[in-house]
Nanobody, 115 residues
Framework: QVQLVESGGGLVQPGGSLRLSCAAPASAFRFATISWYRQAPGKQRDMLALITWRGITDYADSVKGRFTISRDNAKNTVYLEMNSLKPEDTAVYYC?????????WGQGTQVTVSS
């Protein structure tokens, strides 16, 4: 079992920024592809961004240019930097690690964009 821990969510005004963190055990992190997803009430869970162990990234069109995914291998942590936040970005944000073909999910962190 791989336990992922997300943090960094909260309440932010439209146009503001947040940085989410996803920490994983060192044993699982090194070669894992890590992804960020979000799920708004009543909607499906959507993939936002991913980063491979080599640092290759990919983004959903909805967040391209506003969100940046990065990883710190020394801290076994992946970050999601979110800028120019909009009310429609309000959701629970989850990270997922794919380790040897198996997906592991974090518990989620709430992001609310509201004035």
């Amino acid at each position: 079992q791989v336990q992922l821990v997300e943090s960094g969510g909260g309440l932010v005004q439209p146009g503001g920024s947040l940085r989410l963190s996803c920490a994983a055990p060192a044993s699982a992190f090194r070669f894992a592809t890590i992804s960020w997803y979000r799920q708004a009430p009543g909607k499906q869970r959507d993939m936002l961004a991913l980063i491979t162990w080599r640092g290759i990234t990919d983004y959903a069109d909805s967040v391209k240019g506003r969100f940046t995914i990065s990883r710190d291998n020394a801290k076994n942590t992946v970050y999601l930097e979110m800028n120019s936040l909009k009310p429609e970005d309000t959701a629970v944000y989850y990270c997922k690690a794919m380790v040897t073909g198996v997906d592991y999910w974090g518990q989620g962190t709430q992001v609310t964009v509201s004035s």
